[in-house]
């Protein structure tokens, strides 16, 4: 089952996952070492991440790394981007209102 991207980053603690796996590859094992619940909840979330192709494993002899997918995280930003633009010109319109309004006081 494919899941949608946003719908899995919407949960505080997969973000949590993701801040974490950014810095470098950690086991499953590692990871549940963060959080306060069952090695399972953290499986359930690793899935869910993988399904979404944010995080991609890498089989390491017995033992599976999982690391951020660089490629989807940037097309979350991409997305993201037209947000940004939106808002900075948004911002910059209300500076000028606040400096027009400013210098009519002065």
Known sequence: MRRDV???IADPTRRAILLLIAVQAMTPNAIAEHF???RQAVSKH???LTECQLLK???SGREIYYEVNAGKMKEI????EQFKKIWESRFNQL???LLTLKNKKS
């Open 6 to 8: 946003f719908q899995a």
């Open 36 to 38: 306060d619940t069952s």
């Open 46 to 48: 690793l899935r869910i």
């Open 57 to 59: 494993q890498e089989q």
């Open 77 to 80: 930003d991409k997305w993201l």
């Open 95 to 97: 500076d000028d209102v």
